[in-house]
């Protein structure tokens, strides 16, 4: 089983729904980057998603869009959010994820990718631009020692998401609104079926659900159509409105994993 799976499964069984956090490689700036890390896994966040930075990042909303532009200005490439993401697996045991789109990685060479994510123990990567018809093409069985996490949306079919869940390792990351990442309002009762409907249908995986989440109540209100939660726009906003011991953060997490608990 995969470590990732491992980690959900055993938060799943002791009550729990596990909570991802994402933030941005070389964000806010180049050193106070593993400070925010370490606050967000240090406040209760179960698992680490780091954002490599891209200039054309599809699935993001502004806020990530922003954070990633900071990043590429401080100079933060492909090859240094590895490194980045490396140093975290040092100090903590909880699993880090990397998210990043296809160009990059195709630039910097697949082979390579793999080979410096796993010697820096990343447990797995998440590729949006990648749709399950381009699976096999592009990881061609050299993403060996990652899991590939895949995504299913709300227009995802149910066969769609069976085979969706097939590929996936890792746990299966539910979109659960349409458009790009960001901070939502409120939710409608068709985007709660849609939920309910794809967690019915994810047999081999965990699965997390993403996009949109911002408070604790959001979580309350998903919980039942998931493993777990992922949180990214509401913590990137929160550190750029900080302070420099970024304690609203610290509130913001601490409020989020709390939430998780059943």
């Given amino acids: 089983m995969s ?3 491992e980690h959900i499964e055993s938060l799943n069984n002791s009550g729990r729904k596990a909570l991802s ?4 490689a070389g964000f806010p700036d180049n050193n106070k980057f593993f400070d925010t ?6 406040n209760g966040a179960d698992i680490l998603e780091i954002g490599i930075p891209f200039s054309d990042p599809l699935a993001d909303g502004p806020v990530i869009q922003q954070s990633s532009q900071i990043a590429l200005q401080n100079g933060i490439t492909l090859e240094k959010s590895i490194i980045a993401a490396g140093k975290l697996t ?7 994820i990397l998210m990043g789109y296809a160009n990059p990685i195709i630039s910097f060479g697949k082979e390579n990718f793999v080979k410096a994510a796993v010697e820096n123990k990343i447990c797995g990567v998440i590729i949006p631009d990648i749709p399950i018809e381009e699976y096999d093409d592009f990881f061609e069985n050299k993403f060996a020692g990652l899991d590939t ?11 769609r998401i069976k085979s969706i869940d ?3 390792s890792g746990f299966v990351y539910c979109v659960s609104v349409t458009g790009t990442t960001g901070i939502r309002y409120d939710f409608s009762d068709d985007t709660l079926i849609n939920l309910e409907t794809t967690y019915r249908n994810i047999i081999k995986n965990k699965m997390m659900i993403g996009f949109g989440i911002s408070k604790p109540e959001d979580i309350k209100t998903f919980s039942p159509y998931c493993d777990g939660v992922i949180v ?14 970024f304690e609203k953060t610290k509130e913001l997490i601490n409020s989020l994993s709390k939430a998780c608990n059943n």
């Fill in 232 to 245: 990214g726009s509401a913590v990137i906003k929160s550190i750029m409105n900080d302070n420099n011991k």
């Fill in 21 to 24: 956090v994402f933030l941005t």
């Fill in 166 to 168: 097939l590929k996936s």
């Fill in 37 to 42: 890390a370490r606050i967000i896994l240090d």
């Fill in 3 to 5: 470590k990732i799976k």
């Fill in 90 to 96: 040092k100090e903590f045991d909880k699993p880090i």
């Fill in 149 to 159: 996490i895949l995504l299913t949306t709300p227009t995802s079919s149910e066969e």
